[in-house]
């Protein structure tokens, strides 16, 4: 069973920058996965933020873009979330997901392996 486990959260104040990382275990073939980040803000639903194909093809929400930058290590089946002027609403539990073969848009049910996930918090 893959494991993932996300690392770098923490309290930052509005236009300061944190990195997020996830490191990834029992997988075969990392550099075959679609990788994203996923985020959950207070009394909303689970959305999309990030993705990265297997070939390293980046895609981005329309709400992060610019702002953030997702990268890979595949030779350390690891992935990153670099954010930057982050915003009071960026703050949410930041999850890592994979997805085997291609990515699939936005939709959580699209992806098999998860994090527990990592706690943003931004303040204005």
């Known amino acids: 069973q893959v494991q993932l486990v996300e690392s770098g959260g923490g309290s930052v104040q509005a236009g300061g920058s944190l990195r997020l990382s996830c490191a990834a275990s029992r997988i075969y073939s990392y550099s075959a996965y679609c990788m994203a980040w996923f985020r959950q803000g207070p009394g909303k639903q689970r959305e999309g933020v990030a993705t990265i194909s297997g070939g390293g093809s980046p895609s981005y929400a329309d709400s992060v873009q610019g702002r953030f930058t997702i990268s890979k290590d595949n030779a350390k089946n690891t992935l990153y979330l670099q954010m930057n002027s982050l915003k009071p609403e960026d703050t949410a539990i930041y999850y890592c997901?994979?997805?085997?073969?291609?990515?699939?848009?936005?939709?959580?049910?699209?992806?098999?392996?998860w994090g527990q996930g990592t706690q943003v918090t931004v303040s204005s």
């Open positions: 997901a994979a997805r085997w073969d291609r990515c699939m848009g936005w939709q959580p049910a699209n992806y098999n392996y």
